[in-house]
Structures are given as C-alpha cells and as structure tokens.
T-cell receptor, first 115, second 114 residues
Framework: AQKITQTQPGMFVQEKEAVTLDCTYDTSDQSYGLFWYKQPSSGEMIFLIYQGSYDEQNATEGRYSLNFQKARKSANLVISASQLGDSAMYFCAMRERGSQGNLIFGKGTKLSVKP | EAQVTQNPRYLITVTGKKLTVTCSQNMNHEYMSWYRQDPGLGLRQIYYSMNVEVTDKGDVPEGYKVSRKEKRNFPLILESPSPNQTSLYFC?????????????FGSGTQLSVL
C-alpha cells in the first residue's frame, strides 16, 4: 500500500487564485512529520513547509499553508494568490519515527498556473 | 552558505562502465541519503547513512554502492551501470533522522546509461 497518495497528477489554476493540492498518508506511527517540496523545471527540490504529527495548529509559510486533518490522515497544501512562478511539480512526503529517517514521497502533482 | 553539492550535474555513460557521483554537505549533518527519481514514481531511497561508517539499504539498492568515510561526503557508486539506472539522482542530508528534520537536497544528477 502506498504510504503517500497524491491523487492529482496535474492541475491548472488561474493566476492570483488559490489552489489546494491533495495529500493523504498512511502510517501507524504516532510520531511523524509531513513535508511539501517544490520541484521547478530546473529540477532542484525546494522545501516549502513542514507539519508535525503533534502540532495542533496548521503550518503556514508565507503564501503556503498546510491543511492538516489528522483523523483523515490528510495534509493538503494550499497556495494562495498563485503566481506564474508557482508552476512546478509538488511532492508531499512523510518521515516516520520507524522509517530510519527515510523521507517517503508521493508521486507528485504538476501544477500549471495560467496567466 | 549551507548546501549539498553533488557532481556531475549531467552524465552520459555506457553500460558496464563504472561511475561515481559525488555528494558533499557543509552543515555537519549526520544523516545522508541517496534518492532516484523516475517519471510517475516520485523519489525512492537507494541508500542512507546515519553517521560515518554506518550505511544501510533503502528501497531500491540493487546495482548501487555507497561509502561514508567522512562525515561530509557520501558518494554513490555504480560499478556496472545498466540502462534501467537511467534516472535523476538526488543526494540529501539532515542533521539527524528525526521526524521533524527536513532534508536538504543537492541539485540533482541526470544520468543516462546507453
């Protein structure tokens, strides 16, 4: 079974609008961390935001926020006021206490921002 | 500047010709890891290291070797590359393996094995 599921292979959003990228996860660990990374066409992996399993508040970093619903095991990324530079692949990932530090990735969502 | 440096950025080789992709970090991180990225599959861990002289297999270790003789360096070795190892490779590091530590990634190495 997949540990990280991203059900949207590709998405389009109009510039200046908000967009939500879905991520669900599967773990039996009580302690885990959830991460989102951005991969532009140049290929590098850019860290965006982190949410800990014990964090009670949703994480926010500038235009990025993480909608964390622990009971549903979902960790959706919300990008507000989309910009053309947001066009990229976005990966959801999880680090479990029992995973020896492995960051387990989903298959990614390709976001395209339309002018 | 804190960074993970991997080289080369691009590499084209032929089947069976041994190659090494270097990785170095300047953050005194204990944990280092190699990933490969293939279309539609996301990133998958090849090998990891929790400290000097401590390495272990990840999810897709076949055909690869690593070593960790110094804390800052974690080279990836393909002793006899095959076309199915054509992929985008990333080296990554973090201070340790804690669940709240983000991984810092290198810029990637695009490898083509002909």
């Amino acid at each position: 079974a997949q540990k990280i599921t991203q059900t949207q292979p590709g998405m389009f959003v109009q510039e200046k609008e908000a967009v939500t990228l879905d991520c669900t996860y599967d773990t039996s660990d009580q302690s885990y961390g959830l991460f989102w990374y951005k991969q532009p066409s140049s290929g590098e992996m850019i860290f965006l935001i982190y949410q800990g399993s014990y964090d009670e508040q949703n994480a926010t970093e500038g235009r990025y926020s993480l909608n964390f619903q622990k009971a549903r095991k979902s960790a959706n990324l919300v990008i507000s006021a989309s910009q053309l530079g947001d066009s990229a692949m976005y990966f959801c990932a999880m680090r479990e206490r029992g995973s020896q530090g492995n960051l387990i990735f989903g298959k990614g969502t390709k976001l395209s921002v339309k002018p | 500047e804190a960074q993970v440096t991997q080289n080369p950025r691009y590499l084209i080789t032929v089947t069976g010709k041994k190659l090494t992709v270097t990785c170095s970090q300047n953050m005194n991180h204990e944990y280092m890891s190699w990933y490969r990225q293939d279309p539609g599959l996301g990133l998958r861990q090849i090998y990891y290291s929790m400290n000097v002289e401590v390495t272990d297999k990840g999810d897709v270790p076949e055909g690869y070797k690593v070593s960790r003789k110094e804390k800052r360096n974690f080279p990836l070795i393909l002793e006899s590359p095959s076309p199915n190892q054509t992929s985008l490779y990333f080296c990554a590091s973090s201070s340790d393996r804690s669940t709240n530590e983000k991984l810092f990634f290198g810029s990637g190495t695009q490898l083509s094995v002909l």
